[in-house]
């Protein structure tokens, strides 16, 4: 039988598992998917932990050692998230040690309340670096107009980052030439900078389901929006990490900023679950994928190589053809920014909830 995942990860795909949870850890899941299928990072956001958090009793003694010390809801979801991400960095270590800091990365992100909050989201960046104190640590911080100085300034500081929510290509871009700019200021302050790591995450299937939306039932163009749109975005990567001024970063050590492909779990049961991993590998990428997906591939995914590079004119007759649909491409990425940041504020506010609910129980008993 073949071994999709080891095909994925040979073609220069690093799989990364998007979910994290204190039972991954202490029933030793976690290290068994990274021994046994070829994942080499792990993703969080509000979303994971309300989940992991909502369910089974293995935060339960933490809780009330928290409530016990007079914390406040705020302080127990980051004492819980952070005791997760850094028992998780430890697990991926050995990952981290053997690819030079490439890979072996779990991220942790900012609240998605600070999102339109430059000053708040560098604190909190520099607060959860320290705390976590894990070399193999990312920081998420999401593509808002507002997000792309602190991932500047954070990078300045010798800061690893996962920049978030990225759905179009100009404000990719924008997140690119921020990362440029950090490793600038990096570089200036005397940071090495080879230990620096980035990742971009730009997002795919909500793409698709934005679009398909709009496009209405029977369109010949439903569902191939994302990985279009995934494609073109790997195209101004080539683009962007060349010339003279990456150049001279480069010469100084330092590491491109490498997208990822995040939602990646098919939205639309009538699309191949395994089609936003079999159609966007190609080299030096990241695909995170939820444990669903990761089993889909590992069962009956496609891998043929790079399918980006030699498809660029292909994903550019996708967006002529859409855009002569009626789709305004610039309404629909404003859209998801703004409904990406409202979802992830909506989890974190669930996650509150269901922390403080433990801690008056804990409280009362």
């Known amino acids: 039988m073949s ?31 990274v021994k046994d299928s070829h994942v080499v990072g792990v993703t969080t956001n509000p979303s994971i932990f309300a989940a992991a958090l909502a369910e089974g009793e293995r935060y339960d003694d933490q809780v009330r050692e928290l409530a016990a010390d007079g914390a406040d809801v705020d302080r127990t ?18 990952v981290w040690d053997d690819t030079d800091g ?14 339109h909050d430059e000053k708040a989201t560098t604190e909190s960046a520099r607060t959860l670096w320290s705390t976590v104190d894990r070399e193999n640590l990312l920081i998420k911080i999401p593509a808002t107009t507002e997000g792309a100085p602190a991932i500047t300034t954070v990078i300045g500081e010798g800061i690893s980052v996962n920049v978030t929510l990225i759905f179009g290509l100009e404000r990719y871009q924008g997140v690119m030439d921020a990362y ?43 569902g191939k929006a994302g990985v279009a749109n995934a494609r073109l975005a790997y195209r101004e990567y080539e683009r962007f990490f060349s010339g003279e001024r990456w150049e001279a970063l480069a010469a100084a050590g330092a590491n491109k900023q490498r997208p990822l492909w995040a939602s990646t779990g098919v939205k639309n049961p ?14 030096n990428t990241v695909n995170t994928m939820p444990e669903k997906t990761l089993d889909a591939v590992r069962d009956h995914s496609d891998i043929e190589g790079d399918q ?58």
């Open 180 to 222: 440029v700019a950090g490793l600038e200021k990096a570089q200036e302050a005397g940071h090495d900078l080879s230990k620096i790591h980035s990742v971009a995450s730009f997002f795919v299937s909500r793409v698709d389901t934005e679009i398909d939306q709009r496009l209405g039932d029977g369109s010949d163009l439903a």
């Open 77 to 94: 979801v980051f004492e819980l998230t952070t005791t997760d991400v850094r028992t998780a960095c430890d697990v991926l270590k050995p």
């Open 270 to 283: 009538d699309y191949r679950d395994t089609m936003y991993v079999d159609d966007l590998v190609v080299t």
């Open 308 to 365: 980006v590079t030699n498809h660029y004119a292909d994903a550019d007759q996708v967006m002529a053809d859409l855009k002569a649909a009626g789709i305004d491409y610039d309404d629909v990425i404003a859209v998801l920014e703004r409904e990406g940041v409202e979802k992830f504020e909506k989890s974190w506010h669930e996650l509150l909830d269901t922390v403080q609910g433990q801690l008056d129980q804990a409280s009362e008993k």
């Open 102 to 115: 490439v890979d072996g990365r779990v991220s942790i992100e900012v609240s998605p309340l600070l999102a």
């Open 3 to 33: 071994d999709h995942l080891q095909e994925l990860s040979e073609s220069g795909v690093s799989i990364w598992l998007d979910d994290l949870s204190r039972e991954r850890l202490e029933t030793g899941n976690l290290a068994d998917l």
